[in-house]
């Protein structure tokens, strides 16, 4: 162990190990298997020519998960501090991209996918629940955030025994989805009917790899697992191979029950299937299963998330206050809180004709024109569009850290080396520049919701460079 490695387990002393090998398994599983199984598989069969193209998209998007995880399995276990992505970019970039990344992080990219997947749970609480109103949607978004934050809030053991429990129950529900289909279904309805009706084979891979999207924030907790050096490249292994399977053994019942034309003008996949075989009950279950995948994935992103905030604060004199870790809990309490509520602004912010009318009013100001709310279908289809492209950048930026950390770093301990490098870091690199432009193009005007918040960490970076100046050697402990 390097002077340096030494300085981070000194730094991370009050974090124990309380994460075993299938708690992290689970942690990614429950992230990246959210909504997106059930959204869309039609959008990636509308864009493709033929179920076979469409079910190698769903392969190869594993794949590219898979090298991106070689990517990561390095980097966390070279530089094992709790907060993933923001360790490796201020050792690569420099205290101010940290720093941004960190405040992205809150003020937007994890923030507004925890909105995004408490307005999935919402909207499909309503759909089940016929009774009541669609506005209630915003409200059970809320709810679902303030109740798994105060899970977590009792503690590491809680929140990863809430985060087991709904992984088991979505992986299960699944599971019967998958052997329905497969069994009560036939190849008859393979053949091709009617031309591609979407952009193409590049706009399939697009929602593909949304829906495989997740995987990454594993390396928020690497810290707290146990065994990491071989515990982490393991973790994200496993986790990415048991969702690939999920995914083609889903998409497969998908084709099998609805046929290929069918999956194509399907707007809920999963339900309808069920619809056909079990009849209108069947469409109830989805319904619940749905629910039930989205609370698993915001649990896990509250539970992974409120880490960054804590290395952050350790850093950063403005966030100071955020670097507090609870020994007891084994738990971020503060930084849990300001999460929550940075997620609760952004759902309410979307989600009310009050909030989208404020965001109106100050773009009015600026000389901007007001948003386009309708054309984005509602909370959650806005977050994630808003959200989108500055995740991108930072994860591509990510990337690029791999080779810039080989270089600063070279007598560093690597305890997994990236098999293949530089091959792994060029196509994740590929990957990010494709996903950051499909993004852009997508969101439009409508990245200012997260490019405003983001330019206000500028001004905010350099309040604490004005109120503390680090040591060097607080620097190198990095």
Same mark, same amino acid.
Do not use: H
């Given at each position: 162990m390097t002077s340096n490695q030494a300085n981070e387990a000194l730094r991370q002393d009050g974090v124990a190990e309380h994460l075993g090998l299938w708690d992290a398994v689970s942690i990614i599983v429950g992230i990246v298997v959210g909504t997106g199984i059930f959204k869309t598989p039609q959008a990636v069969f509308a864009n493709?020519?033929?179920?076979?193209?469409?079910?190698?998209? &769903? /392969?190869?998007?594993?794949?590219? %998960?898979? /090298?991106? %995880?070689?990517?990561?399995?390095?980097?966390?276990?070279?530089?094992p501090r709790i907060g993933g992505d923001y360790v490796y970019l201020t050792r690569a970039y420099g205290r101010p991209m940290g720093f941004l990344f960190g405040w992205a992080q809150l003020a937007v990219i994890l923030t507004g996918s925890i909105g995004a997947? %408490?307005?999935?749970?919402?909207?499909?609480?309503?759909?089940?629940?016929?009774?009541?109103?669609?506005?209630?949607?915003?409200?059970?978004?809320?709810?679902? /955030?303030?109740v798994l934050t105060g899970l977590n809030l009792l503690g590491l053991v809680f929140g990863k025994t809430v985060q087991n429990l709904l992984t088991a129950v979505k992986v299960a529900g699944l599971a019967g989805v998958a052997v329905t289909g497969l069994l009560w279904g036939d190849t008859s309805g393979l053949a091709v009917d009617q031309p591609m009706t979407g952009a193409g084979l590049g706009?399939?891979?697009? +929602?593909?790899?949304?829906?495989?999207?997740?995987?990454?924030?594993?390396? +928020? /907790?690497?810290?707290?697992?146990?065994?990491r050096h071989r515990n982490i490249p393991r973790a994200l292994f496993l986790g990415i191979a048991a969702i690939t399977a999920i995914y083609v053994l889903v998409n497969l019942a998908y084709l099998w029950g609805l046929g290929f034309e069918g999956l194509r003008k399907s707007s809920a996949p999963a339900a309808e299937l069920a619809e056909l075989v079990v009849g209108a009950w069947g469409s109830k279950l989805i319904s619940l299963l749905v629910m039930l995948s989205a609370l698993g994935a915001i649990n896990g992103m509250i539970l992974t998330g409120s880490r960054i905030y804590v290395s952050l604060g350790t850093d950063h004199r403005v966030f100071a206050w955020l670097g507090y870790w609870n020994r007891d809990r084994a738990t971020p309490i503060r930084s849990l809180l300001v999460q929550m509520a940075a997620a609760l602004m952004l759902i309410v912010t979307v989600g009310t004709t009050t909030g989208q009318n404020a965001v109106d009013w100050v773009?009015?100001?600026?000389?901007?024109?007001?948003?386009? &709310?309708?054309?984005?279908?509602?909370?959650f289809n806005t977050l994630v569009a808003a959200s989108a492209p500055v995740f991108w950048v930072f994860f591509l930026l990510t990337g690029f850290s791999l080779f810039i950390l080989r270089a600063k770093d070279p007598n560093r301990t690597r305890p997994f080396s990236a098999p293949f490098y530089p091959l792994e870091p060029i196509v994740f690199c590929g990957m990010c520049y494709y996903m950051l432009f499909s993004a852009l193009e997508y969101a439009k005007a409508l990245t200012l919701i997260a490019l405003v918040p983001l330019a206000a960490g500028v001004p905010l970076y350099w309040i604490s460079q004005f109120q503390h100046h680090r040591s060097p050697d607080d620097c190198d402990a990095l």
């Open positions: 493709v020519s033929g179920p076979w193209e469409g079910m190698a998209c &769903w /392969v190869v998007g594993g794949l590219l %998960a898979l /090298v991106g %995880a070689l990517c990561y399995a390095e980097l966390a276990t070279t530089y997947m %408490a307005y999935a749970f919402g909207d499909y609480a309503v759909a089940l629940w016929k009774g009541l109103d669609p506005s209630w949607s915003v409200w059970l978004a809320v709810a679902a /955030v303030v706009l399939a891979m697009v +929602f593909v790899l949304y829906t495989y999207g997740g995987w990454n924030d594993a390396a +928020f /907790v690497a810290a707290e697992v146990r065994s773009l009015v100001q600026i000389g901007l024109s007001p948003l386009p &709310w309708a054309e984005y279908y509602g909370g």
